[in-house]
């Protein structure tokens, strides 16, 4: 019995904080000089934050219901491509954090995770973007890469080639987006954890 209530708290909450990044990932803004695709949203704090402090298949579940829950409200506008990037940038960034910081619970070791994880997902990013998420945008608009990059080219001079828009579109981008999440969660965790533990094991 006791074990099915842990259970069925678990999955709740899952679903909630799911629900919750959902919210969160709706409610985005872009970033001064970046690609003006790529919208910034704090849905990662939810995913970070639950993986920590309920395991790695937690975290994912979560991700999944995010995407979900967001699908069901504002369907898909990138023929699922935008959707399965977000789960790969989203478990590029919790998984290995979740995984540094499960084999010695401490600070250091969440801040090693978090900063391994959001170097991780900008590495993961440039291939989702190149081999993705651009070429979909190309087929569908009927545009060039070129046209592509002249577009960021207008937001930061900097960027003139794919390289460069790698260098300074992909990686700055998601750097700053998990380098501010893993911030926040650093000073966050513990106070929401305690309400998260509370929660499942009462």
């Known amino acids: 019995m006791e074990k099915n209530t842990l259970k069925t708290r678990n999955i709740a909450l899952i679903g909630v904080m799911g629900g919750l990044g959902a919210v969160l990932m709706m409610i985005r803004f872009p970033l001064p000089f970046m690609p003006p695709f790529m919208d910034f949203d704090f849905a990662g704090l939810v995913e970070i934050i639950g993986g920590f402090a309920l395991g790695p298949v937690a975290a994912v579940f979560i991700i999944v219901v995010k995407i979900l829950v967001k699908m069901a409200i504002l369907g898909t506008n990138s023929a699922l491509t935008g959707e399965i990037q977000n789960i790969l940038l989203s478990c590029a960034y919790v998984l290995p954090a979740i995984w540094i910081y499960d084999r010695k619970k401490t600070k250091g070791h969440a801040v090693a995770g978090m900063a391994v994880g959001t170097v991780i997902c900008a590495v993961v990013a440039i291939f989702t973007n190149m081999y993705m998420i651009i070429p979909f945008y190309v087929k569908l608009f ?61």
């Not at 890469?145 to 992909?170: K, R, V, Y």
């Open 142 to 202: 009927g545009m060039s890469m070129q046209e592509i990059i002249d577009m960021c080219h207008a937001i930061n001079p900097a960027i003139s080639n794919p390289f460069t828009f790698a260098l300074f579109g992909i990686v700055p981008f998601n750097l700053i987006k998990n380098g501010v999440t893993s911030l926040i969660t650093y000073f966050a965790y513990k106070k929401i954890s305690v309400h998260i533990k509370h929660f499942v094991n009462r």
